[in-house]
């Protein structure tokens, strides 16, 4: 039966008269449809199986990619206009999956969509949340947090007859198997997100995100990142990483056992790969599976330190995970002997006490345990494994200089342009063919074209065209509205004092008061913010609502609103970032150097067209080297520089606001105007960090922002250059290919096939 007939066949069963049909009812029958043709798919084959464990995999809607993948877009597209809607209608009837939250989850996703992409036999192994983060509410003019339910009757979640009991303290509870399928690009293959749940799901709080973080058996899956600010939200962190852990173990060992294979030779024909801290628990709980099956300890440890793989994502102290070794003991507390002989281990490798697993408190520090016990070590850009190896981690780089690689993170292009930007899309596949979709790095043969003039005035059309749909968009969504003709700078990411918001509203409130003052720019701005903040995360929340009250602020000025707006668009998640990344002009990319590891929303803006406004940190640093500093706009201290600062506990915030401009932009915070507005105490949190705190080094980099910002707006004045520097970006944005990454990992690290 083709995909058509499947698609009439749901309906028909439910009694629907296509033409009659809802959008929902659309959206139902076309992912019926796939989940069928996706199941009925072979699934990949190698000498080596990967099982990727994270938790997080923020996949966003899959109604559109996986018609992309499964070459099913033109056909899905001439199915519905005979019945009187189109794709983007349906589309949006779907519920995104709530699995994740930031770039860790969303890199995740890419990989998983490349590893299925490339033919290579590898499974996700993650978590089945079931109300996500939360829903964020701004309505209030600051961040409220709701449940953030996605699972319907016809989601793509695909119930297994697997379930596997996970050995807790109180006793065992039982992992149910849910799918989702991965199909690669065109290659006819699928591969598997596994994600394991409790058989009895609580449902989701009447108001607010408030659960019993006690009810283990019910409420272990509801919610991503449990408030951790109490002990039993830590606790219940602990039971869900163990639970994930030890149920994925069991599946690996499972299909070890349906494929034939001897568990004492699991490396031969397995790879693990530890996605951040939060699966670390994989390498003790393989442990302890496999002597259970009968091979011996000293064995089974040299098996999964050959197996094993971990990828650092943070050189945050905060995001290093750290637990008690009391909280393991009444969480699994048969993991306590295993953790305790690996900590023996080690020490026999070295005796310098700070690369110890246990430390003199007896605290379990996680990334110690994986680098100890992992065959291969990574960074996700080429500034943060340097850090890693030169500093953050450079005593078990001496002791593992073989460990240690690179993995610079990357993007799925199927995703983030083929289906968030189509026009985009067609007019690179006219320029230089279709080769690019597959080999990313053939993006760079519109390097032969950057003098076309009939190009470069495509590309504008179309970010034109962008812009206004994004306009329409916010307006539907959110009563909105925006001119086109402005110039849109998009922040978006997951709101975190590192990430400098702060900063970005030090700028606005430069911008509103230089307005005020008579100097009248020559084209609008429009200020693009997104973000949630962790419900425990105070200062950060308290950030979100200096923003809304600027924003609120200068829309009832006006002298100052047909120039200068805010918008700050609630509960950000994949689908918001398919709206403004084709829209962006600007690219926001300013955390302090030296902190942001990678991330990947620089490099989806640059395959759209926006040129980057960042620090020298993360993957900012390979894109200006690729694009040329004359095609990006840099600013701020190095990550040398920043480093030192720590070290030296150089960075005094009053030595760069007393008697300087800057201080009247600290002081509109809590003026008048803003307190007629906001809640005071907010306001003043932010105030007062930022003159006697500010530890992300808001106040280092203000002026060289501001001025670099400034230089920015102007040269967009000058289209021809400006278009031209965007195609530039474009050109060379394949390096950042996720499909790149994940064959680099194959080669150094799984050896799959």
Known sequence: MNFEDRVREFLSQHNVAPEAATGEQLMQALTSALRQMQFDAPKTQGKRKLYYFSAEFLVGRLLRANLINLGLVDRAEALLQGWGTTLAEVEDCEPEPSLGNGGLGRLAACFMDSIASLGLPGDGVGLNYHYGLFRQDLSQGYQLEEPNPWIERESWLCSTPF????????????????DIEVPGYKNGVVNRLHLFDVENPAPAPEHGISFNKNDIEHCLTSFLYPDDSDEAGRLLRVYQEYFMVCAGAQLILHEMDEAGHPLDQLDKFVAVHINDTHPSMVIPELIRQLVARGVSVDRAVEIVENTCAYTNHTILAEALETWPIDFISRVAPQLVPIIQDLDRRARLR????????????????????????????????????????????????????????????????????????????????????????????????????????????????????????LAAWLEKKEGVQIDTNAVFDVQIKRLHQYKRQQMNALYAIWKYLDIKNGHIPSRPLVMFFAAKAAPAYILAKDIIHVLLCLSKLIANDPAVSPWLKIVVIENYNVTVAEHLIPAANISEQISLASKEASGTGNMKMMANGALTLGTQDGANVEIVNLVGKENAYEFGRTSEEVIKLYATNGYHPTDFWKGSDIERLIDFIVSPEMLAIGQSESLTRVYKDLLSHDWFM????????????????????????????????????????????????????????
Request: some cysteine; hydrophobic content about 40%.
């Open 163 to 178: 379930t596997f009991d996970v050995p807790f303290a109180f006793g065992n509870l039982r992992a149910k198997l849910f």
């Open 698 to 753: 808001t106040l280092l980099d203000i002026e060289d922002y501001i001025k670099t910002k400034e230089q920015c707006l102007a040269d967009f004045e000058d289209r021809h250059a400006w278009i031209k520097k965007t195609l530039i970006n474009i050109a060379h944005a394949g390096f950042f290919s996720s499909d790149r990454t994940i064959a680099e990992y194959n080669r150094d690290i799984w050896h799959l096939v």
């Open 350 to 469: 070295t005796q310098n006490e700070k690369l110890a697993i246990l430390d003199k408190n007896n605290v379990v520090h996680m990334a110690h345990m994986d680098v100890h016990f992992c065959c291969k070590v990574n960074g996700v850009a080429a500034l943060h494994t340097k850090i890693l190896e030169e500093s953050e981690m450079h005593g078990f780089y001496q002791l593992y200089p073989d460990k240690f690689n690179n993995k610079t993170n990357g993007i799925t292009f199927r995703r983030w342009l083929m289906g968030c930007n189509p026009d985009l899309a067609n007019l690179i596949t006219q320029t230089i063919g279709d080769s690019w979709i597959k080999d990313a790095s053939q993006l760079e043969r519109l390097l032969d074209h950057v003098n076309d003039e009939n190009l470069l005035n495509a590309l504008d059309a179309i970010k034109t065209s962008n812009k206004k749909r």
